[in-house]
């Protein structure tokens, strides 16, 4: 299970590097939350920090940012439409990995395995609000991926809250990206929980600790 967080703040690279998890961004972004910074100002930035894997949207009018970036760190996002099937394989063959994104489609899916992506992105929120199924959709998704026996991901965002979250975890989802408010929320532990840890906490001061043997 991965979950990665979506953002490119302060707030979110230290969660990342605290968690030692990977950050997915995308142009819309980055425009919110990094808008002074210049693509390869940003690169540069990203390039230092103690994050292992990051998202990276790119287009075939940017392909030579690709020359300023780790293949170990960063996944090549690319909307996956006809005009960037060519700039994927192009991508593999320099040693990235690609996650295809804005994947509705069974169509879309099948095109993407043929070109062996690494990941596939599937919108949960915004498909449901274009009048598709996200669970059904992600299950299609699924099945057709292990038919083909195939090692791509889906790695599903657009989550807006933890009904989603859990929802999209339940049919067997195992990589998720989700938005560093909501991380924070998810990651909470209930306080019935916190009950029992504070009892365990209690009584281990309770008991006493002789002084190690020499």
């Known amino acids: 299970m991965k979950i990665y967080i979506d953002g490119c703040d302060k707030q979110s690279i230290d969660l990342a590097e605290k968690f030692e998890i990977g950050i997915t961004t995308n142009p819309t972004i980055i425009v919110n939350k990094c808008a002074k910074r210049s693509l390869f100002e940003l690169i540069g930035f990203f390039s230092q920090i103690k994050v292992p894997e990051i998202f990276l949207h790119v287009e075939k009018s940017y392909e030579e940012i690709v020359e300023c970036l780790d293949t170990k760190k960063f996944v090549i996002k690319l909307p996956w439409v006809e005009e960037n099937y060519e700039l994927s394989v192009l991508l593999k063959k320099k040693g990235f990995r690609v996650c295809a994104t804005a994947v509705y489609e069974l169509s879309q899916l099948i095109t993407a395995l043929t070109l062996n992506v690494d990941f596939v992105a599937f919108y949960y929120d915004r498909a449901s ?51 560093v408010d909501l991380f924070k929320e ?29």
């Open 129 to 179: 609000k274009k009048g598709i199924d996200p669970e059904k959709r992600i299950c299609e998704f699924m099945e057709i991926i292990s038919k083909n026996h195939s090692d791509t991901r889906v790695i599903v965002a657009s989550l807006k809250n933890t009904d989603q979250i859990l929802s999209a975890v339940k049919i067997g989802v195992s990589h998720i990206t989700i938005p």
């Open 186 to 214: 998810f990651v909470k532990v209930p306080e019935y929980v916190l009950v029992d840890v504070r009892k365990f906490s209690e009584d281990l001061k309770k008991i006493s600790i002789s002084e190690r043997k020499k």
